[in-house]
């Protein structure tokens, strides 16, 4: 069979409904192309003229293509705004606008799979307000997306476009589409067969971008990220010719998938007691195929290394053995399986596990894996669309710049599930399609089939892996460790009472998600910070019981420390080393005091730098601290900086594995949008936090300030477009024009724009972006004739 294949990609905008023109709801798409070769077609929607993108594709304008089925009723539009998080004009910046119904109609081969991608950019088009749009995009029976709305997802994500894939194995000669503003009459979609790409990782190597994949333009993720647990096997590759067998078109994955891999190391001894174990974040009620891709790249033989596969604690396979499946090393093979994750079971987590089968008396006890993809079926309503997420209450109210801390334990519980930070998450216009050819051998192979193993189990109605965390215990501390509790001391609720006057409002420092700071005095004279948790803010007894756990054993000159806890009742009370000077954020912008020298200012980051460096690397976990920023930085009596709020912190299981499979959480302005992307969490994710502190400093802002025009509202989206414009010296405190020396300014600004790298691989390590801060200050003190200009700052090294 040949392999045609089709793509499609769109921008969407639209609207329900114009209160003010009664007009029925808009939408747009820009769509795109189709071939019956291997070569892409993209098709720019609402544009007359063929245009090239940033990647150099040609994407032609649909006004006049066979694929539009009738242009009735539909307008050609521009974008009024172009976000400079848009990598070109051209498909973005021109949309269809449609007032009904309208189908694209792209030629297929019956059988074969075709990957569809679509895109987004909400924005505002001839005049139509984007958030007035929803639609519902469907496929021959398969609803894609119901009463979706773009500018709403975008918004919640806080990406400035977006993308969706979906794969689709048409009955008859041709795909369509069909785009349908939603209002309540809209048709209703029957169903077969619809499927959504949710994981696409390189095992065992590293990020394959679009422009290296096999010519589909997919993005291959490191599968570091969802390691789970300490054993986490060890990566080889080789630079081995890769067959591809028939069984295996080339476009199934690109060779430096196949060239890569994880296996679970030499000593058959430890693999046999271990599971080589992934974990993701899905959505529950729905079916998955999960793809293995392997290829053989040290054996030859059969029965040399044979092992189990594991998906939810189900059996997949028994005596996997991918040169019985290859016959050869160096060719590639791939299986599918699918298994239903259940909300009751399942918790909202894939499980995909490796262990060695000892069974055949293998050669070695060993597994390996190459390549995984994870593909979400529609549900047995023909549904593959999940809700619009919902924005975080901040962004809703338009509110006060910078998340605030009082609100923010409520803002995090709502962006669970969808929050994110920085620029585009997708940020390539990737968009095309593939046609999978089904493998047609063995059950397992069957994309479409239910598996006789497939377990189907009964609905539940508890959710939210979450609230999981959360405990019933009357004593909040009842959970620490003994170590915890021999190293740090309990208070007595009368003492702290007595510290503080009885919590005296006038003694109130600061207010937090977790409660009310209060400046105290403990021992008959060493001054304290108390910390006394709002009772009914039940996310705080996790939190406690964390900050306190992390923090007794952490000693570090750079890292708030706790003196000890108070848990008579129900009282949750941490007690601190007082830091007289606050928080870093207050000597930077919408305060009295005078603002920092940069000196002092570099002398700060470089402490909370190293504050965090020894969080990743100096303890005997790797510490993530999660919640990086201006608020959380505290500087003493000396301008010594300090890293406080561990209450969010996870630690890694080992110095290996520094990510966890987490919902996300954090701040909005400083989450790493690659941690939003996958919820996972890396010490890369604080770098990046890390990077907005220091454009925070720089150009004395919030990291979020919605009353700014749209392109200013991110500090990190616009300082790193004015860095690209060579603007980044127009946008930074005013106090410090002319203070600054080139070498350092440029040195400084280069880290931070590296921390905000958008995948975390291509940023530093806490430890490269503290040597470089370094290097900075000794830049800006080698030729700092005029001590004046050194504030009182303490040298701290
Ligand atoms: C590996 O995973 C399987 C399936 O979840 C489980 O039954 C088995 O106990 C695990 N083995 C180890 C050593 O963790
Ligand atoms: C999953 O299905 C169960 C039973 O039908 C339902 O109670 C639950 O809310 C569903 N969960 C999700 C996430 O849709």
Request: glycine share 8%.
């Amino acid at each position: 069979m040949s392999s045609p294949s089709l793509l499609l990609d769109t921008i969407s905008h639209g609207r329900k409904e114009n209160p003010l023109l009664g007009a029925p709801p808009l939408f747009s798409y820009v769509f795109l192309g189709i071939s019956a070769a291997n070569d892409l077609i993209l098709l720019n929607c609402g544009s007359a003229e063929d245009g090239i993108d940033a990647d150099n594709r040609k994407w032609y304008g649909d006004s006049s293509s066979k694929f539009l089925l009738s242009s009735s009723g539909s307008s050609q539009e521009k974008a009024e705004f172009q976000d400079p998080s848009l990598p070109s004009e051209v498909p973005y910046m021109s949309a269809r606008v449609l007032t009904r119904e309208a189908t694209y109609r792209f030629p297929a081969t019956p059988g074969n799979r075709y990957w569809v991608r679509l895109h987004f950019y909400p924005s505002s088009y001839g005049g139509r307000n984007e958030s007035d749009s929803f639609f519902s995009v469907a496929s021959d029976g398969i609803t894609l997306l119901r009463n979706f709305s773009a500018a709403i997802t975008a918004k919640a994500l806080t990406l400035a476009y977006i993308m969706r894939e979906f794969s689709l194995s048409p009955i008859h000669d041709s795909i369509h589409l069909t785009f349908a503003p939603s209002d309540k009459h809209s048709a209703s979609y029957a169903f077969i067969n619809g499927i959504e790409t949710m994981y696409r990782l390189n095992v065992g190597g590293q990020f394959i971008p679009p422009t290296n994949d096999s010519g589909l333009a997919r993005a291959w993720y490191d599968d570091s990220p969802y390691l789970f647990g300490a054993g986490i096997g060890v990566t080889f590759s080789e630079k081995a010719q890769i067959r591809y067998p028939r069984t295996v078109p080339k476009y199934i994955a690109p060779t430096d998938v196949y060239n890569t891999a994880r296996s679970m190391g030499p000593d058959s001894n430890i693999n046999s007691n271990y599971n080589l174990t992934w974990v993701f974040q899905v959505d529950a009620n729905f079916t998955y195929v999960v793809r293995f891709h392997f290829c053989e790249l040290e054996m030859i033989k059969i029965n040399q290394r044979v092992f189990d596969i594991y998906l939810n604690n189900q059996t997949a396979e028994q005596m996997a053995d991918v040169i019985g499946w290859s016959k050869f090393k160096d060719v590639p093979v791939y299986k599918d399986y699918a298994v239903y994750v259940s909300d009751l079971l399942d918790d909202d987590e894939l499980w995909v596990a490796l262990h060695p089968s000892s069974e055949t008396g293998p050669e070695y006890l060993d597994s390996i894996l190459n390549g995984l993809e994870i593909f979400k079926l529609s549900d047995t309503s023909g549904n593959l669309a999940g809700s619009n997420p919902e924005p975080s209450q901040m962004l809703i109210a338009g509110g006060s710049a910078g998340e605030d801390d009082t609100s923010s334990s409520k803002t995090r519980s709502n962006v669970i599930g969808g929050a994110a930070g920085g620029v585009a998450a997708f940020s390539l216009v990737a968009l095309c399609i593939a046609v999978y050819q089904r493998q047609k051998r063995g059950i397992d192979s069957d994309f479409n089939a239910r598996p006789s193993w497939l377990p189907v189990y009964g609905g539940s109605n508890s959710r939210s892996g979450a609230r999981k965390s959360i405990t019933s215990t009357r004593s909040y501390a009842s959970n620490l460790s003994s170590l915890a509790v021999s190293l740090c001391r309990h208070f007595s609720f009368s003492e702290i009472k007595q510290g503080t006057r009885n919590f005296n409002e006038s003694r109130v420092i600061g207010v937090g998600g977790f409660g009310k700071v209060y400046r105290g005095v403990i021992d008959g004279g060493t001054k304290v910070a108390i910390k006394r948790a709002n009772p009914s803010s039940e996310q705080g007894v996790h939190e406690f019981q964390t900050e306190i756990e992390m923090l007794s054993k952490l000693r570090h000159r750079h890292l708030v420390s706790l003196i000890g806890y108070c848990d008579d009742g129900e009282e949750m009370i941490l007690v601190y080393d007082y830091m007289a000077n606050g928080t870093l954020r207050e000597h930077l912008y919408e305060s009295n005091n005078p603002p920092l020298s940069w000196n002092q200012r570099l002398e700060i980051c470089v402490g909370a730098a190293r504050g965090l460096h020894y969080l990743h690397t100096g303890a005997k976990y790797t510490i993530i601290h999660r919640d990086v920023k201006t608020t959380n930085i505290l500087v003493d009596e000396r301008w010594v900086a300090k890293v406080s709020d561990f209450g969010l912190s996870k630690t890694g299981p080992s110095l290996n594995q520094t990510h966890v499979s987490t919902v996300v959480k954090g701040s909005f302005g400083y989450l790493d949008p690659e941690y939003f992307r996958r919820q996972q969490l890396t010490d890369k994710s604080d770098v990046y936090s890390f990077g907005v502190v220091l454009f925070e400093v720089l150009c004395a802002r919030p990291a979020l300030n919605p009353s700014l025009p749209k392109e200013q509202v991110s500090l990190a989206d616009w300082a790193l477009n004015c860095h690209r414009q060579g603007t980044l010296q127009d946008i930074i405190d005013p106090f410090l024009n002319g203070k600054i020396k080139p070498e350092c300014f440029n040195k400084f600004a280069d880290t931070a724009v590296k921390c905000l790298a958008d995948h975390g691989i291509d940023r530093p390590t806490m430890g490269d972006v503290l040597w470089n801060l370094e290097f900075a200050l000794q830049l800006q003190e080698r030729q700092d004739s005029n001590p004046v200009e050194h504030g009182g700052a303490a040298s701290d090294s």
